[in-house]
């Protein structure tokens, strides 16, 4: 590109920006002081385009945006002023390309830290007539066709060349983020979420402008990537996806990535981040995978505290965006809080102040509006320290509501009548409530089969499905095993056969709120392993973080493949080898969905004893695990294994570690009429939300603070984080 080219381009970027050439050069002496700094230098550009002149408006580009700059900034240590964002109608395929060149490859030394964002429309374009010259692209703001032109123009931001603009950084500690995707589906299922793919156009053209920087590119850049990439999707022919939450949207894959960034700790690799990241998006109900590419094989052991050099060794929730009234008034960026949490953390929530000092004081929630929220020094902690802005907090309470609903979301496939008729059905369900998919938050998804529709459903041969029958998918769009009916079925009757089934999954969604992997005092640690042969094979592990050292983690960690899902195949035998690493007892439960989502426990069983009155008695005793102590669950004999049963589909265990004794929830799961056994058996649950609630009760029980605090213990559970630890295990059953 010719200089007075760049420099036209470059003014109107400035203009767009709302930037005159005197701000940006004081910008650029604020970049040479920084230069002049031991510590690498850390540059961004961020992407994010909601509008789009020719396509449906996304919703969460924007928030993604807020979601990185927050995180680089408060966590990781970027300077604001290093941080470029480009959004809408400034993202246009010049001012992108050009701000990364002036932005990053010419402010960039060796060993300075660079990341490129991009949320977003993709596509595909042809460059050639052979089937290999069809390329990924960016959809750029002002990528729409020119239909005044006999060809269709397009200004796309070829993958290929941000590929050859990555190679021409000169560091080597740099990474991608791409939130979008290139495929577009031609069958669409039932979905709660919306997709960032627009359907590829067989007469586009690319710009010949893109195709003259390519060529200058390839004379500059490196042979080979030195860059991390982090896409948000691993198989060509998934879709990158957004998340609907109460106050926002966002892709979910920079929310679940950038949130367990905020609680990891600097020594975990990239890899193993990445790859925890695809267990948090399939929590969701979706089977969109990420992806990471790597330029060298010593790369896959790079830590973040190598990739980002974070100034702070601590996990976090979030940080202290602002603070009013002298001190009174506390604004909160909330993104460190797990997605499924986040939807139901309420007022009175407690977290602690993170002090570099030592001293501490305890905010207290007194309003959220999706990822911001309001506190107040709590009472007794206004005179410990005064909060900044920029400060990390850490979850030390958490408050739920007892009153949660399972919401399912009305395909928009559904006739009017059809949705008419099942709004009033689920009216009739207790815990259960229906709105309209896209318009409100949800859990799952109503709607039809479409006519003609070959997929393996339930069984591993393919069943061939017309006319259109009922049934509950995920918000990814996945059917849920055995809640398809049968074809003519009234809408009214389909609800009426679900009541278990959505029952069931409201008490996972129960469970799944204890999940604290980031946020628990608790030291432990459990990993699921296959005992198949003489040497168990590991699958997954999970520890809780909080107690862990900057570079405990590091030691030893389970190599879980980034962008694939854990694999456990049908007839395995699995245990989990669980370890108490605290100074205190600690007790465990254990409660699952197995792969036909239905509902599984973990039942101790004593060894019947004969009663004065001649009857055997048996009960359930409490597992318990000692300090220091590593105990495997259940304890496996010959004829009493826990062996994986189809069908082939995902599977999740949540194990819940306590200080104190699951009173309730043994007392709730002695009710049910299984076999007495002296062992330790995983069986059906046969009455999950009784379990499920009692479960929460026992935690609220367990914690202390609640009679601190003056809040309605019979409207809120109240957990205490020094009391209670929950890790989730999900894999794919095949």
């Not at 596509?123 to 290999?132: D, F, I, K, Y």
């Not at 069931?504 to 129960?510: M, N, P, R, V």
């Not at 992997?517 to 590991?538: D, Q």
Request: charged share 20%; glycine share 6%.
């Amino acid at each position: 590109m010719k200089r007075r080219t760049f420099l036209q381009r470059f003014g109107s970027l400035l203009a767009v920006l709302g930037l005159t050439e005197a701000e940006w050069f004081s910008l650029g002496n604020r970049y040479q002081q920084a230069l002049a700094q031991p510590s690498p230098r850390k540059l961004a550009l961020i992407i994010g385009i909601n509008q789009y002149q020719q396509s449906q408006i996304l919703n969460g580009c924007l928030t993604d945006v807020e979601l990185q700059k927050e995180l680089l900034i408060h966590r990781f240590g970027f300077q604001p002023s290093d941080i470029l964002a480009l959004t809408d109608e400034q993202a246009s395929r010049e001012f992108i390309e050009s701000a990364f060149v002036e932005h990053l490859v010419k402010q960039a030394k060796l060993g300075d830290i660079v990341l490129f964002h991009f949320s977003g429309y993709g596509s595909r374009v042809r460059l050639g007539t052979s089937l290999e010259a069809v390329q990924n692209a960016l959809v750029t703001a002002d990528s729409a066709e020119n239909k005044s032109q006999a060809t269709k123009i397009v200004n796309y931001l070829l993958e290929e060349t941000l590929m050859l603009m990555l190679r021409s950084l000169p560091t080597e500690r740099a990474t991608a983020v791409l939130d979008t995707s290139y495929y577009t589906p031609t069958t669409f299922l039932p979905t709660g979420l919306r997709i960032r793919s627009r359907q590829m156009t067989t007469e586009a053209i690319v710009a010949a402008a893109e195709l003259d920087l390519q060529k200058q590119l390839r004379e500059k850049a490196a042979t080979e990537l030195s860059a991390v990439v982090l896409s948000a999707t691993t198989d060509p022919n998934q879709v990158a996806q957004e998340v609907q939450l109460s106050g926002f949207s966002a892709g979910l894959f920079t929310y679940a990535l950038t949130q367990y960034l905020w609680e990891a700790t600097p020594a975990t690799t990239i890899p193993i981040s990445i790859s925890r990241v695809g267990s948090v998006m399939q929590q969701f109900g979706s089977t969109q995978q990420p992806s990471l590419l790597m330029g060298k094989k010593n790369q896959q052991r790079v830590t973040l505290s190598e990739a980002f050099v974070p100034p702070f060794t601590q996990s976090a929730e979030g940080v202290v965006t602002a603070v009013e009234d002298e001190g009174k008034t506390i604004h909160l960026w909330l993104a460190g809080l797990p997605v499924q949490v986040l939807e139901y953390y309420g007022a009175n929530s407690r977290l602690t102040l993170v002090s570099q000092e030592g001293a501490t004081a305890q905010l207290v929630l007194r309003s959220r509006n999706g990822l911001t929220a309001k506190a107040q020094l709590a009472s007794g902690s206004e005179n410990k320290i005064i909060p900044q802005m920029g400060q990390l907090v850490q979850e030390t309470v958490r408050v739920l509501p007892r009153n949660i609903n399972l919401t399912v979301a009305l395909d928009g496939g559904l006739e009017r009548i059809e949705r008419v008729d099942a709004t009033s059905a689920f009216a009739t369900v207790e815990h259960v409530s229906s709105v309209v998919a896209g318009e409100q938050p949800a859990d799952y998804v109503f709607g039809e089969l479409p006519d003609g529709k070959t997929k393996d459903l339930i069984a591993s041969t393919a069943l061939i499905v017309s006319p259109s029958r009922y049934g509950l998918f995920s918000l990814g769009s996945e059917l849920i095993p055995s809640t398809i009916g049968e074809a003519g079925e009234a809408v009214k009757v389909a609800v009426q056969r679900l009541k278990p089934t959505l029952q069931t999954l409201l008490a996972a969604k129960l469970w799944r709120l204890t999940d604290n992997e980031g946020s628990s005092c608790l030291s432990v640690k459990a990993t699921l392993e296959i005992v198949n042969g003489i040497t168990p094979r590991v699958v997954m592990q999970r520890e809780t973080m909080r107690t862990l050292g900057a570079e405990t983690v590091s030691k030893k960690q389970v190599n879980t493949e980034p962008g694939r899902i854990p694999i456990v195949p049908i007839g395995s035998k699995i245990h989990y080898r669980i370890q108490n690493m605290g100074t205190q007892p600690v007790y465990l439960m254990l409660l699952g969905l197995n792969s036909a989502k239905n509902a599984i426990a973990l039942y101790p069983w004593q060894k019947e004893t004969e009663s004065e009155d001649g009857t055997n008695n048996a009960s359930l005793e409490d597992i318990v695990i000692a300090p220091g102590e590593t105990l495997t669950l259940p304890q496996s004999t010959t004829g009493f294994e826990w062996v994986i049963q189809g069908p082939a589909f995902f599977s999740e265990n949540q194990l819940i570690f306590s200080t104190s004794p699951f009173t309730q929830t043994r007392n709730a799961l002695e009710t049910t009429k299984h076999p007495r056994a002296d062992r330790q058996r995983i069986q059906p649950l046969l009455n999950p939300l009784e379990v499920a609630n009692a479960l929460l009760q026992d935690l609220h029980n367990v914690s202390p603070v609640k009679a601190e605090m003056n809040i309605s213990t019979a409207e809120s559970y109240v957990l205490d984080v020094n009391n209670w630890a929950s890790l989730a295990f999900m894999y794919q059953v095949i």
